[in-house]
């Protein structure tokens, strides 16, 4: 059974660094075609993309946030953490990891669709 | 970037009825276009895969068509447990993004 968690602070203060953990189980992360991708969702909006990271460490960033973003994984802990810094109260939402399938190419992977995505949590930027 | 423009945003229909819901995409992407049901305080479950590809556990009366940039998610017979909000997502190329959603509303 594939489950993902996610654990973080609920509140952080403007100008913090947000670090947000997600715990899988049921797949491995070194599996080649699986990786796990962060989504958030502010409260009555749709969701937004923001990173995602593949077995063989290849990352991807959301260009818009780029410069504040950082995602790392940790295969033996089976967990994959994403930092972003500078936080501010538009950055309010559900923080969601998803699994996200990908095409193994010659060039790297391609990333395909979230099949599974944990129960999110909400961060409340604000002082 | 692919921008996904879904409509309408919001639509209520009686039990039984069709919906259709339509997702635009602002350049080709092909057939990499997936669905999504969002329930209230859940988080998305997927639908449809592919455009139009159907997925094990996913009730019969959802599809899928489209290719391009024109794509349409249908739900055949509406039921009491379909009102949700719908989304779907392009990973033509990066960065993945989404359409606005369309919340389906039971009379």
């Known amino acids: 059974q594939v489950t993902l968690k996610e654990s973080g602070p609920v509140l952080v203060k403007p100008k913090e660094t947000l670090t947000l953990t997600c715990t899988v189980s049921?797949?491995?992360?070194?599996?080649?075609?699986?990786?796990v991708s962060w989504i958030r969702q502010p409260p009555g909006k749709a969701p937004e993309w923001l990173a995602h990271?593949?077995?063989?460490?290849?990352?991807s960033y959301s260009p818009s946030l780029k410069n504040r973003l950082t995602i790392s994984k940790d295969t033996s802990k089976s967990q994959v953490v994403l930092t972003m810094t500078n936080m501010d109260p538009v950055d309010t939402a559900t923080y969601y990891c998803?699994?996200?399938?990908?095409?193994?190419?010659?060039?790297?992977?391609?990333?395909?669709?979230?099949?599974?995505w944990g129960q999110g949590t909400l961060v409340t930027v604000s002082s | 970037e692919v921008v996904l423009t879904q409509s309408p945003d919001f639509h209520s229909a009686t039990p039984s009825e069709k919906v259709t819901i339509t997702c635009r995409a602002s350049?080709?992407?092909?057939?990499?276009l997936h669905w999504y049901q969002q329930k209230p305080d859940q988080s998305p479950k997927l639908l449809i895969k592919?455009?139009?590809q159907s997925l094990s556990g996913v009730f019969s009366r959802f599809s899928g068509s489209g290719s391009g940039t024109d794509f349409t998610l249908t739900i055949n017979s509406l039921e009491a447990e379909d009102a949700a909000t719908y989304f779907c997502?392009?990973?033509?190329?990066?960065?993945?993004?989404f359409g606005g959603g369309t919340k389906v509303e039971i009379k």
């Open positions: 998803g699994r996200i399938l990908g095409t193994v190419m010659v060039g790297g992977i391609i990333a395909d669709y979230f099949d599974y």
């Open positions: 049921g797949f491995s992360l070194s599996n080649p075609r699986v990786g």
């Open positions: 990271i593949f077995s063989n460490d290849e990352k």
């Open positions: 350049q080709s992407i092909g057939s990499s």
């Open positions: 592919y455009a139009s």
């Open positions: 997502l392009q990973s033509s190329s990066l960065p993945l993004t």
